[in-house]
């Protein structure tokens, strides 16, 4: 089983390059923003609680978000693998993950991060929030807070699983096409 984590900051391309990943590999696309946008969509209990701190830019308790992704890998009992887009953003997520994927039997084959400089991560994000019509794109300030989190808080994942040596960052800056054929390098020297 292919199980990856496609890790960067907001606006990094996890979005158009995991699309494009699970197309080739026939993966099935956990994406955690996906997953709440539906929950909210949904008016569910989880949604309406995950709501209130997206809205401020602020990440999604980690029990909030475990919970909401093991409803999902339980609903694809026969998949190839996964994509985890998005998750996981803490330490103690990534831990969470490693215990949710043993007991089924699998484990993450690597992380790809995307890196881009944060001030082309500033001008997707706003470009993203004209076209797409989110919110959370269109204030600049909460580019800002969600870029500082992702810095202050996320950022630490990488160490998880470069511990592992699962860790393998790409250059996010370029055509979509030469980026996705890297990240598709480091898959194959990894299977």
Known sequence: MLNIV???????????QSEKLITKYHLVHLST????????????????????????GQLVPDEVTIRMLESEVNKNPSANGFIFDGFPRTKAQAA????LLKSKSTSITLM???????????KRLLLRGKDSGRPDDQNPE???????VYNNETSPVKDFYTEQGKYKGINGI?????IFNLLCEKIEAAK
């Not at 969470?96 to 215990?99: K, P, S």
């Not at 909460?142 to 500082?148: A, E, L, P, T």
């Not at 370029?174 to 030469?178: F, R």
Request: charged share 30%.
């Open 6 to 16: 496609l890790f960067g900051p907001p606006g990094a391309g996890k979005g158009t």
């Open 33 to 56: 923003g996906d997953i709440f946008r539906a929950n909210i969509k949904g008016a569910t209990e989880l949604g309406t609680l995950a709501k209130s701190y997206m809205d401020k």
């Open 96 to 99: 969470a993950l490693d215990v």
């Open 112 to 122: 790809l991060a995307l890196e881009v400089e944060e001030a082309e991560l500033r």
């Open 142 to 148: 909460v580019i800002q807070k969600r870029i500082d």
């Open 174 to 178: 370029g055509e979509i096409n030469e």
